[in-house]
């Protein structure tokens, strides 16, 4: 089983990531924090990663509520992430499934909620491509 989720799509990355903050926001989702990868490690000194690459910390409040209040061990794995790059100019989206990281609390209603979410953010993905 692949423990990642990852569509291809003609957009930019720029354009990748506006379609979905829009679909994020319609299943509740909101995008708390973007870091730019390339920009950080230029900023650090390091100019050898060029590829536009973007790490975004996406969270529904509800469900982290609801994870939490279950087992604050699953804050470990909070916000979830969403990556959006370009490689070898084809720009991607993909994250870790939430099921790989909360299956690791050995939890079954965590698992539940983690399939309920993957399930979610894996529509969001598509429907952003």
Known sequence: MLEHYTV???QSVDEAILALEGNLKEEGFGI??????????????????????????VCNPREAARVLNHNELAGYFLPCKITV?????????????PTAF????????????????????IRVLDQSK
């Open 32 to 57: 708390l924090w973007q870091m730019d990868i390339p920009s950080k490690l230029q900023e650090k000194g390091v100019d050898t990663y060029t590829n536009p690459y973007r790490i975004l910390e």
């Open 102 to 121: 909360m299956s690791m609390l050995d939890d079954a209603e965590l698992t539940t909620v983690a399939q309920e979410i993957e399930a979610v953010l």
């Open 8 to 10: 291809e799509t003609v």
């Open 85 to 97: 790059y370009k490689s070898a100019g084809i720009t991607k989206l993909g994250l870790i499934k």
